[in-house]
């Protein structure tokens, strides 16, 4: 139980471009979803948290006009990072989190890597 | 603000044991969890504590000590599979915060 699905795994996309990507919980309703950005051997910096049915909430120094969150159902959560430049090339990750069950557990989406041309 | 500490890299060998330490900052928390991430790949979660003291699962443990602000990993019987990164993240108000990893490398 507590599936995460992330797409697409990897793009690549032109300067200027924008690119959309999908974090879809499978088997559980996720009212909120996180995303993340990972650059080569650092850690997850947390981007924006997503809440459906109401504006994501970015972290400090994300531009939320390039970092486009959509949550518009319980199930799906999308990122579109817009007029995409070469310093955008990361690895980003959703996560979300099964509240019906009990205990702890934050499940990640296999990731996306992004590569700007 | 959250912020937590763990060395950069280890190093040990097929076999041995290996603790993974984490220290960290914070106003307030609900619990430290690890996870592993392989090169390439997505976070996977590895344990969780919300009590101090020690969690076992299979072979690994994980141990919080709440006065001492301080966390470890413990890595026993250790495979060449085990080589990756691994990340201690606080769970506060219902999101994690990461600390910068710790890349661990088994040698034969």
């Known amino acids: 139980g507590a599936v995460v699905s992330q797409h697409p795994s990897w793009v690549i996309c032109k300067s200027g471009t924008s690119v959309k990507i999908e974090c879809r919980s499978l088997d559980f309703q996720a009212t909120t979803m996180f995303w993340y950005r990972q650059f080569p051997k650092q850690s997850l910096m947390l981007m924006a948290t997503s809440n459906e049915g109401s504006k994501a909430t970015y972290e400090q120094g994300v531009e939320k006009d390039k970092f486009l969150i959509n949550h518009a159902s319980l199930t799906l959560s999308t990122l579109t990072v817009t007029s995409a430049h070469p310093e955008d090339s990361s690895f980003y990750i959703c996560?979300?989190?099964?509240?019906?069950?009990?205990?702890?557990?934050?499940?990640f989406g296999s990731g996306t890597r992004l590569t700007v041309v | 603000g959250q912020s937590l500490e763990q060395p950069s890299e280890v190093t040990a060998v097929e076999g041995a044991i290996v603790q993974i330490n984490c220290t960290y900052q914070t106003s307030g928390f609900y619990g430290l969890s690890w996870y592993q991430q392989h090169d390439g790949g997505a976070p996977t979660f590895l344990s969780y504590n919300a009590l101090d003291g020690l969690e076992e699962t299979g072979r690994f443990s994980s141990f919080l000590s709440r006065s001492d602000s301080y966390g470890y990993l413990l890595l026993q019987e250790l495979q060449m599979k085990d080589s990756a990164s691994y990340f201690c993240a606080l769970y506060a108000g219902n999101m994690l915060t990461f600390g910068g990893g710790t890349r661990l490398m088994v040698k034969p």
């Open positions: 996560s979300a989190r099964d509240q019906g069950r009990l205990g702890y557990g934050y499940t």
